[in-house]
């Protein structure tokens, strides 16, 4: 037994400085203040979102359905002035989903916080009490300076993880979205459901990691694995998906993959090695279900499209997923302030384009994500490639967007030479990326095809789906909600009849 693979390993530091190269300043200075619009405003915002979904032949899919979660109160929360984290990101998304009429294609749900008890259903109930009870902190603690750090519990109250004001009511928001998602797959009114307010997947059982506090993930996953018998997760943010791998060690009903910057000296966590491939003993069930996918710094579009396919196809071949769990960080686009690809929406995007042709019922989560603007334009077009409108809308941005200015450029897709200047050295050579494919394969080869489930296994519901309660809810919120009435008598969103 390898007894380096169970040992402790202190948590690493992913702020500043979080690379070697980082060279860009972490505050983006707001230009105009975020004041909440009236109900005319409103009005007029609605009227044109309205027309842009007529305009652009925005219509629900068919032969699947498409939900979209959110929480707007998450949107308030400030992890601090020069935190990398701002949740004004979902801000940013919201105005872009809108402004293309995007709405009217999908079901959308203002979640609830996950309860208590949810949260308890993978993390401990001591780490949960500490967190929903510590007082919030209005300077982080220098943690690598124990004398002036003082008792530092969980690692949180460092610069990392923060005690901000509000967090446990961020932290039970953002784990809202993901388990509503979930449960909608689960219970078939969803086919793909969308949670850009999920996707935190450092988080561990009992300690906060990279800006993240409750692994919303992990969650989701244990609910989809009621209901379906193998769920394959997949992560495509710039740094190693290092919590749900770990909350998913030893067993063959998750198989994790992530596609990643590797770097374990300078770059946060510092795990998910090319041979890190779960257990090293053959007797886990886990052995093999963990892939891993370093890579280096100005990996392109094409690079990176190639070697997703050819990991991801050879995947779903051997081991045939029911579910599909995705986590979109837009940490690794190109000209993210802490990430090093050179990644632009299109290619981030065909990820989540390839995973939808699988025909598999699947959650896309949010992430990680540093630069807002570039956020919103990920999120934004890969919400349309759920509803199957990409190639509808324009790529130019809405005159009516709300906060269109700091886009900066006016396109849904801008170049790299707008983006960074000049694209960064791309250290990933075609040898090297062929060595990756033919490891993951042969990792493959000992993955048994689709492994064989029992019901003792499947977890606990997380509180039940309570099918009647959340139908009577959605009912007098679609009451409550005028404008929602008006457009479906007016048959927006709805696909021409032939």
């Known amino acids: 037994m390898d007894i380096d693979a169970y040992r402790y390993k202190p948590p690493k530091p992913n702020y500043l400085p979080h690379d070697v190269e980082v060279d860009e300043p972490m505050v983006e200075e707001l230009l105009v203040p975020l004041d909440r619009a009236n109900e005319r405003e409103n009005a007029i915002f609605y009227n044109k979102m309205k027309r842009a979904a007529q ?52 079901d959308n749900y203002n979640t609830r916080p996950a309860t208590y008890e949810e949260l308890k259903s993978f993390h401990a109930s001591d780490y949960l009490d500490y967190l929903a009870t510590a007082p919030p902190e209005d300077q982080p603690r220098d943690i690598d300076n124990p004398e002036k750090a ?69 969650l989701g996953i244990l609910q989809l694995l009621r209901c379906y018998p193998r769920v394959l997760y997949i992560d495509i943010d710039v740094h190693h998906g290092d919590g749900v791998e770990e909350a998913f060690f030893s067993t063959d009903r998750v198989m994790t993959v992530s596609f990643h910057k590797y770097h374990p000296d300078t770059f946060f966590p510092g795990t998910g090695g090319l041979d890190d491939n779960g257990p090293k003993s053959e007797h886990n069930p886990g052995a093999h279900h963990a892939i891993n996918v370093p890579l280096n710094d100005g990996i392109t579009d094409e690079q990176y499209s190639w070697l997703f396919e050819s990991i991801i196809g050879k995947i779903n071949e051997h081991f ?11 940490d690794s686009l190109a000209g993210d302030r802490l990430g090093r690809f050179n990644l632009q929406v299109q290619g981030h995007g065909a990820c989540v384009e390839y995973c939808k042709k699988l025909g598999i019922p699947m959650i896309i989560f949010g992430g990680g994500g540093y630069t807002p603007r570039n956020v919103a334009r990920a999120w934004a077009h890969e919400t349309s490639i759920a509803i199957g409108c990409q190639n509808k809308i324009p790529e130019e941005i809405p005159q009516h967007t709300p906060w269109r200015e700091h886009f900066i450029h006016d396109t849904l897709f801008p170049t790299l030479e707008q983006i960074l200047g000049e694209p960064r050295a791309n250290r990933n050579t075609p040898k090297r990326l062929q060595e990756i494919v033919q490891h993951v394969h042969e990792q493959l080869r000992f993955v048994g095809h689709a492994p064989s489930v029992q019901s003792s296994i499947i977890p606990p519901d997380l509180g039940g789906i309570r099918d009647d309660v959340e139908d009577r809810l959605k009912e007098e919120n679609e009451a409550k909600d005028e404008n929602l009435r008006k457009s479906r008598e007016e048959g927006v969103g709805a696909p021409d009849e032939f």
């Open 320 to 330: 045939r997923p029911s579910a599909i769990a995705l986590q979109c960080g837009a």
């Open 150 to 218: 003082g008792e530092v519990k969980f690692n949180l109250g460092g610069s990392d993880c923060p005690l901000f004001h509000g967090l446990y009511d961020y932290c039970s928001m953002s784990a809202g979205t993901s388990v509503d998602a979930a449960r909608k797959i689960c219970n078939g009114q969803s086919d793909i459901a969308i949670a850009w307010g999920g996707g935190l997947h450092h988080a561990k059982r009992s300690e906060a990691s990279g800006f993240c506090y409750i692994n919303d993930i992990v």
């Open 55 to 106: 305009e652009y032949n925005i219509v629900r899919p068919k032969g699947y359905t498409v939900s979209y979660h959110a929480s707007p109160e998450m949107e308030k929360h400030h992890f601090g002035q020069t935190h990398p984290m701002k949740p004004w990101r979902l801000t940013l998304t919201k105005s872009l989903v809108t402004s293309y009429g995007m709405p009217f294609a999908m």
